[in-house]
């Protein structure tokens, strides 16, 4: 009974991983919403304007997404652990370096988050911005918004790339390994728009077409 318990373990905990990451991640995407709703447009200027807009702008939300994505990242870890407890022993390779670069992506996502939850959050509160230029989120030019970009795109999108391959055989697997690959194509977008402005995008573009005539 014990054992039959033990390995019933990684399936309730990459179960209840799995369904948390989901709502998770559907508690941002409405938190970003509302956001947009109850929130005048924010477009960054410069520190000075951030500061002064605060009182004009809703934090409930904001803080709420940041919290979830907080969350998401150990919340992966653990969906990937109970994935490598089931697969057949020539892909564990596969999990093993899908859970590293997991645990990269949640300490780098991590540590962002905290921080705008934490050092941010308080520092504002009590009407000391001074420094904090380079840490908060909203600056898409600060040194922690690349720490976060880089958790978010290149060790997000290479634990996903090497976890994919593990689910074959029946629809439900063929369909998780779907997710996993689409999960890339929202991570190029995430980086492409993150890091490359309108105008450079279309340059870019226009190379691309220019190299592949």
Known sequence: MNNIQT???????GFWS???????LIIYTLCFIAILIVNPLFVWTNFSDYVASIPERNQFFI??????SLLFGPLWVLMLQSVHEYVPTDK???TRISIGFGLVFATLTG???????????????????????Q???????????????LGWTLFLGLSSFFVAPVFSGGKIEKAIKMAFLLNLDFIHFKWHSRWFPPDQAKLNQELDEICFQ
């Not at 803080?63 to 979830?68: D, R």
């Not at 840490?135 to 970009?149: C, E």
Request: hydrophobic fraction near 55%.
């Open 7 to 13: 390995n019933l373990l990684p399936a309730r905990i």
């Open 18 to 24: 799995a369904f948390l990451s989901a709502t998770a």
């Open 63 to 68: 803080h709420l997404a940041q919290l979830m």
């Open 92 to 94: 564990k390779i596969l």
């Open 111 to 133: 540590l962002h988050y905290f921080v705008q939850l934490s050092a941010v959050r308080l520092n504002l509160i009590y009407g000391r911005p001074d420094g904090l230029e």
């Open 135 to 149: 840490f908060i989120q909203a600056n898409p030019l600060s040194a922690l918004a690349a720490v976060n970009m």
